[in-house]
């Protein structure tokens, strides 16, 4: 198993430029997540999937769009990149925090610079 | 305030010392308490979940003060290899909202 995987590993972009992350996940899990981390913040949550065909915004939704587009596939856009977007972008998955244990499994990243 | 809260350290340990980190936590409704692993540009991994009673896991022991609102972590005999930035997390409500991750207690376990 995989487990989840991220596409790219490091972007760079200009200010204006659009462009998708792309997250899968192997495990069958039905949440998926997309945080980012910034030094000194530690990870904040960007949107998230409770299911396939559900989303919700996050703390820090604004600028981002998403897509659940089935249960593996869960991606981020960035419609207008902005230099405040440059971060490490964080795919997540796990099973509902309804079930009672909800560890996350992480991708290894994207880092994306917005120049 | 910040929802967690950590001293983001570093701790500089040589090897075979005793460690210990705390994280405080804002949420007194909170219900599930982690403590993630995070290599450097690598990936948050799960270390240990953390429970009413306090949980052992080798050289690694987690305890919940749910008065104080305030998780620790316990690091015993220190290897080179648990250098690394500590992360605490909660999960503040069973509802729509994922876990919320302090940023960090970095370690350095030198030789």
């Known amino acids: 198993n995989a487990g989840v995987t991220q596409t790219p590993k490091f972007q760079v972009l200009k200010t204006g430029q659009s462009m998708t992350l792309q997250c899968a996940q192997d495990?069958?899990?039905?949440?998926m997540y997309w945080y980012r981390q910034d030094p000194g913040m530690g990870l904040r949550l960007i949107y998230y999937s409770a299911s396939e065909g559900t989303t919700d915004k996050g703390e820090v939704p604004n600028g981002y769009n998403v897509s659940r587009l089935n249960k593996r596939e869960f991606s981020l856009r960035l419609e207008s990149a902005a230099p405040s977007q440059t971060s490490v972008y964080f795919c997540a998955s796990s099973e509902p925090p309804s079930a009672g244990y909800n560890e996350q499994f992480f991708g290894p990243g994207t880092r994306l610079t917005v120049l | 305030r910040k929802e967690v809260e950590q001293d983001p350290g570093p701790f500089n340990v040589p090897e075979g010392a005793t460690v210990a980190f705390n994280c405080t936590y804002s949420n007194s409704a909170s219900q599930s308490f982690f403590w993630y692993r995070q290599d450097c540009r690598k990936e948050p991994k799960l270390l240990m979940s953390?429970?009413?009673s306090g949980n052992e896991d080798g050289r690694f022991t987690a305890q919940l003060n749910r008065a104080s609102q305030y998780i620790s972590l316990l690091i015993r005999d220190s290897k080179l290899s648990d250098s690394a930035t500590y992360l605490c997390v909660v999960n503040m409500d069973t509802g729509r909202r994922a876990l919320t991750f302090g940023s960090g207690t970095r370690l350095q376990v030198q030789p």
């Open positions: 953390v429970y009413s």
């Open positions: 495990m069958n899990h039905n949440s």
